[in-house]
């Protein structure tokens, strides 16, 4: 079955740098996302990208994040500036319509230090 | 505001037996998808289960099967003949065009 791909599976990073988590969606899917969960917590929804744009975003996702699919089929989420509360797993997935089944990617731990 | 409640923290089941995790949710759509994901200590999320809103059949797969009660705005999935593999997190979720709504999650203890 495809897989959706992440990279790294984990990144540490100092409070105040940049970092980008790539991910490499299924070829045929159309929707795209970035989700993000605090051990033992809830999976929280940051961000859709649909028609190379976002389509739309949660409170979590301010102007320190951003997203981009810069040679259509990379996917980015870059955090500008890290905080120690973005330490979380940050999961990628896909869809090939609205509303339909996600594939996930087996996700990035980020650790803030 | 969409929401998905799943309200039991933790169950635990005795391997072979039966178990029944709740989730509802809330929405004001007609057409939607609902899901249970697994997530094993090894935090990968898998797909257990997906019903179809305007479906009023039941979906199954293998030892696990739902309860769709739309009208109710209720979800619940129903794990046959435990396994100790059955063992992890099941998250429910509603899925909508742009953005898929999870429940916080219950954790299931199987016992040998």
């Known amino acids: 079955e495809p897989e959706v791909t992440q990279t790294p599976s984990h990144q540490v990073t100092q409070m105040g740098q940049e970092v980008i988590l790539r991910c490499v969606p299924i070829?045929?899917?159309?929707?795209f996302y970035w989700y993000r969960q605090i051990l033992g917590q809830k999976v929280e929804f940051l961000v859709s990208?649909?028609?190379?744009?976002?389509?739309?975003k949660s409170e979590i996702f301010d102007d320190q994040f951003s997203v981009e699919r810069p040679d259509g089929s990379n996917f980015t989420l870059k955090i500008r500036s890290t905080k120690l509360e973005d330490s979380a797993m940050y999961f990628c997935?896909?869809?090939?319509?609205?509303?339909?089944?996600?594939?996930f990617g087996s996700g990035t731990q980020l650790s803030v230090l | 505001a969409q929401t998905v409640t799943q309200s039991q923290p933790e169950m635990s089941v005795q391997e072979a037996e039966t178990v029944t995790l709740s989730c509802t949710y809330d929405?004001?759509?007609?057409?939607?998808?609902l899901f249970w994901y697994k997530q094993p200590p090894s935090r990968q999320m898998i797909l257990v289960i997906r019903?179809?809103?305007?479906?009023?059949q039941n979906a199954t797969e293998n030892r696990f099967s739902v309860n769709f009660q739309k009208a109710a705005k209720s979800f619940s999935l129903k794990i046959s003949d435990s396994q100790l593999g059955d063992a992890a997190m099941y998250f429910c979720?509603?899925?909508?065009?742009?953005?898929?709504?999870f429940g916080t999650g219950t954790r299931l203890k199987v016992l040998a």
């Open positions: 997935a896909g869809s090939l319509e609205g509303n339909e089944k996600l594939f």
């Open positions: 070829s045929n899917h159309l929707y």
């Open positions: 990208f649909y028609n190379n744009e976002i389509s739309e």
């Open positions: 929405t004001s759509e007609s057409d939607y998808y």
């Open positions: 019903q179809e809103a305007y479906k009023q």
């Open positions: 979720a509603k899925s909508g065009t742009y953005k898929y709504i």
